[in-house]
């Protein structure tokens, strides 16, 4: 029986055809569990903060997702065929050299993913432990990203597995909370449509998928060679829409009710609207499995 190292070992080489394992559905859970977090929810609050009511907002960052989403999991196809991380197979475009300057750009894209969820992230981290600081919360949370992105695939997909089942309730108790707390459909349907508004809720919603499309196929190039490419397609795709869609229109609707409230503290506001410190202690921990398995893809 074959034995798999615990530290991850395969870095921008081809991973041979006896390492390959696993099936689309991971993917499933990988990209719905990177994509029900914090941010999500933020960027759902932008485009009703930017103006756009949450009735029309919500379509449009649909809107977005898909077809933003579709280009992005189109490049999970690639994974199993070339067994190659994304932008290494970008040399076939670019060329070695001029592929250089695409991935000096994508390394700051994910430097500064991670520096912002980091922070989120710390925050949650801070609460939790009662450690005071937001940046002892944020170191806490880089050391634990550093373990789990060392260790590598196998552990990143376990982390995105829980943060499927934890992002999923921690939603659904919020989504609930938010109705029970305050008069949500008083705060929506009170703007017209403006094609000014719904037009840069689209752009978030696409430019929320499409910045994920640069390591997509990092995570789908463990699958077997022989991997159909239209179930990587859809198991990415499905992911990634249903979790972010359902994480921006939590945020559109908070933005409604709470407007420039929820952007000043984020976290802190979604702790209150949780409840009680037992209830929002599990929101918390919701918080911070978000950020982990998107913060591992992005070290």
């Given at each position: 029986m074959r034995s798999d190292p615990l530290v991850e070992h395969r870095t921008i080489e081809v991973v041979p055809d006896e390492e390959r394992h696993g099936s689309p559905r991971s993917q499933f859970t990988l990209w719905f569990g990177a994509t029900t977090q914090i941010t999500a929810i933020v960027d759902g609050a932008l485009a009703v903060v930017a103006g756009a009511d949450a009735l029309w907002a919500i379509p449009a960052l649909l809107l977005g997702n898909v077809l933003g989403g579709a280009v992005m999991a189109l490049h999970a196809a690639q994974g199993p065929r070339l067994g190659l991380p994304q932008m290494i197979s970008s040399r076939a475009q670019f060329g070695v050299y001029g592929a250089v300057l695409p991935l000096a750009l994508v390394v700051l894209m994910y430097l500064g993913f991670a520096a912002t969820g980091s922070v989120l992230a710390g925050q949650a981290v801070s609460r939790l432990l009662h450690l005071g600081n937001t940046t002892a919360g944020i170191l806490v949370f880089g050391a634990l990203t550093a373990v789990v992105a060392v260790t590598g695939y196998r552990v990143i997909h376990i982390a995105g597995r829980i943060a499927t089942v934890v992002g999923t309730a921690g939603l659904a108790y919020l989504t609930a909370a938010l109705f029970v707390r305050h008069d949500v459909p008083a705060h929506v349907g009170e703007k017209p449509f403006g094609a000014a508004t719904f037009l840069p809720a689209v752009a978030l919603g696409a430019g929320w998928q499409l910045t994920f499309g640069p390591y997509v196929a990092d995570y789908a190039r463990y699958l077997p060679r022989d991997t159909s490419a239209r179930a990587a397609f859809w198991s990415v795709f499905a992911g990634s829409v249903a979790g972010s869609q359902w994480a921006m229109?939590?945020?559109?609707?908070?933005?409604?009710?709470?407007?420039?409230?929820?952007?000043?503290?984020?976290?802190?506001?979604?702790?209150?609207?949780?409840?009680?410190?037992?209830?929002?202690?599990?929101?918390?921990?919701?918080?911070?499995?978000?950020?982990?398995?998107?913060?591992?893809?992005?070290?």
């Amino acid at each position: 029986m074959r034995s798999d190292p615990l530290v991850e070992h395969r870095t921008i080489e081809v991973v041979p055809d006896e390492e390959r394992h696993g099936s689309p559905r991971s993917q499933f859970t990988l990209w719905f569990g990177a994509t029900t977090q914090i941010t999500a929810i933020v960027d759902g609050a932008l485009a009703v903060v930017a103006g756009a009511d949450a009735l029309w907002a919500i379509p449009a960052l649909l809107l977005g997702n898909v077809l933003g989403g579709a280009v992005m999991a189109l490049h999970a196809a690639q994974g199993p065929r070339l067994g190659l991380p994304q932008m290494i197979s970008s040399r076939a475009q670019f060329g070695v050299y001029g592929a250089v300057l695409p991935l000096a750009l994508v390394v700051l894209m994910y430097l500064g993913f991670a520096a912002t969820g980091s922070v989120l992230a710390g925050q949650a981290v801070s609460r939790l432990l009662h450690l005071g600081n937001t940046t002892a919360g944020i170191l806490v949370f880089g050391a634990l990203t550093a373990v789990v992105a060392v260790t590598g695939y196998r552990v990143i997909h376990i982390a995105g597995r829980i943060a499927t089942v934890v992002g999923t309730a921690g939603l659904a108790y919020l989504t609930a909370a938010l109705f029970v707390r305050h008069d949500v459909p008083a705060h929506v349907g009170e703007k017209p449509f403006g094609a000014a508004t719904f037009l840069p809720a689209v752009a978030l919603g696409a430019g929320w998928q499409l910045t994920f499309g640069p390591y997509v196929a990092d995570y789908a190039r463990y699958l077997p060679r022989d991997t159909s490419a239209r179930a990587a397609f859809w198991s990415v795709f499905a992911g990634s829409v249903a979790g972010s869609q359902w994480a921006m229109t939590l945020g559109a609707l908070i933005a409604a009710v709470a407007g420039d409230a929820f952007l000043s503290d984020q976290v802190g506001f979604v702790g209150d609207l949780a409840g009680p410190a037992a209830a929002a202690l599990p929101v918390l921990l919701v918080i911070v499995t978000g950020k982990l398995t998107v913060n591992c893809l992005n070290a």
